[in-house]
């Protein structure tokens, strides 16, 4: 664990890795997405038709780009300049998707209650201040407003998790240790900056921001997808992800305590 990485040495190694990142992804984004993620996001944020959204932690930009198909006016923010040149490069002209170089946990580029709905996908778990991001994006939602996040699954996948094998390889059981030391650390693979914090520390964030909690969703795959790719049949082991619906206060309920007592 290491607690003087923050943000900025976290989006280096994002802006150093976008290219190999993004040649993992198809129009569905990667396998994970694609298997796990992408149902239950569209699920949680109902239709995106007519909606201003904004994806935040947009990577290359597929969930982007899959939201404009449906009719969703979308602007698009990431904080490693490569990453967004391969968003801008991937989008077709005609697909009018406002990208925009940002960092989450100081939104200054965008006025309060600009979006009627956020999403992040597999980010808040990247950056250092998670307390100044969701902060942030509850500030640039409509009162009402809608917030769809994933983040890896904190009590399954902390500093020093990953398969316990026997001689032969098979994988006996999945590891979970250090749950409760909260900071960054080097992933094994790919060797990003993660940030580690417990779940506790994910709810009780969310809820000291504003936002109410309507669903979590550990996502499992489809009988459809185990077909697709049998090997995620191993998934029923345990959670690799985590998906929350937030909800910024309405007008009624930010007003509410003065409201007139009827008799
Ligand atoms: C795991 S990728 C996910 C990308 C995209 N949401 C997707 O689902 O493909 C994490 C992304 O978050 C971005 N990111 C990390 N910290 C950020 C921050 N503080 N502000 C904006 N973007 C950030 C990284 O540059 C990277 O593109």
């Keep these: ?40 996001l569209f699920e949680l944020m109902g239709d995106v038709k007519g909606k201003r959204v ?21 602007t698009a923010v990431d904080f490693a300049p490569r990453m967004l040149e391969i968003a801008m490069e991937r989008t077709p002209d005609q697909m009018d998707i406002d990208f925009r170089h940002g960092n989450l946990e100081h939104l200054d580029l965008f006025n309060d209650g600009l979006f009627d709905l956020a999403v992040s996908n597999m980010v808040l778990q990247d950056l250092a201040n998670v307390e100044s991001a969701l902060k942030e994006i509850y500030r640039v939602l409509v009162p009402g407003g809608c917030f769809v996040m994933s983040i890896l699954h904190p009590c399954f996948i902390t500093p020093e998790s990953g398969w316990e094998k026997n001689d032969s390889g098979d994988k006996l059981h999945w590891n979970v240790d250090q749950y409760f030391y909260e900071g ?17 520390t994910y709810i009780n964030t969310m809820i000291k921001s504003g936002f109410s909690l309507e669903r979590i969703v550990e996502p499992t795959p489809s009988q459809e997808m185990l077909k ?18 937030l909800r910024k206060a ?9 409201s007139p007592i009827v008799p």
């Design 250 to 258: 309405g007008v009624e309920s930010q007003s509410s305590w003065f």
């Design 184 to 200: 960054a650390y080097e992933q094994k693979l790919g060797k990003m900056v993660l940030f580690h914090r417990t779940l506790t």
């Design 1 to 40: 664990m290491n607690t003087a990485i923050g943000t900025k040495e976290a989006i280096k190694r994002w802006d150093g890795f976008a290219d190999t990142y993004a040649s993992h992804h198809t129009e569905n984004g990667d396998i994970h997405k694609e298997v796990f993620l992408n149902s239950v």
């Design 54 to 74: 904004l994806d935040a932690g947009c990577g290359e930009g597929y969930l982007s780009r899959l939201m404009a198909k449906q009719g969703a006016t979308v």
């Design 228 to 245: 697709k790719h049998p090997t995620f049949e191993e998934d029923f082991r345990c959670a690799d992800f985590i998906v929350f619906k």
